[in-house]
């Protein structure tokens, strides 16, 4: 006799059978030409996407500076918006991107990780409460005459 029969969610199986999703893996079901521009673009936004190639930009945007200076106002005013900005701060707001990236990847991992401890010790609970029922039932099977309305008899 069971008091109580624990029915585990679907998605706890489901969680047993599979890890995080990591980009790598995201695409690895798609054809030859899909990974390869996968692969490509990563590399790219990696390789643009760090100071050192924000620096080089900037070098490279001041070297039309003197240029956009003898040019007026206007020129410069081009420059900075279309040559210096858009150049340099590319470049910046990706190593941004990539900081920010990087830790909600730790704090989705860490969460991962709080909801699997959780889920164990949600876990260890049932098993505990199953072995009480268990020994709870053995007790009551000792006392066949003790019903909850009705005092044993002596």
Known sequence: MSIYTHVPHPHIRQRKLTVPVSVRSMHRRANLIQRFNAYLAVKITDGVGT????????????????????????????????TFLQLVLLS?????????????????????????????????????????????????????????NRPATS
């Not at 924000?54 to 003898?70: E, G, K, N, T």
């Not at 704090?107 to 505990?128: G, P, S």
């Open 51 to 82: 100071m050192w190639c924000a620096y080089a930009f900037a070098a490279l945007a001041f070297v039309s500076l003197p240029a956009a200076i003898a040019g007026g106002v206007a020129t410069l005013i081009s420059w900075v918006a279309q």
């Open 92 to 148: 910046i707001i990706i190593v941004g991107q990539k900081v920010a990236g990087e830790a909600s990847d730790k704090r989705a991992i860490a969460t991962y990780k709080d909801a699997e401890a959780v889920l164990h010790e949600a876990l260890q609970i049932q098993e505990h409460l199953a072995a009480q029922d268990a020994l709870l039932v053995k007790l009551v099977a000792q006392f066949p005459d003790v019903t909850p």
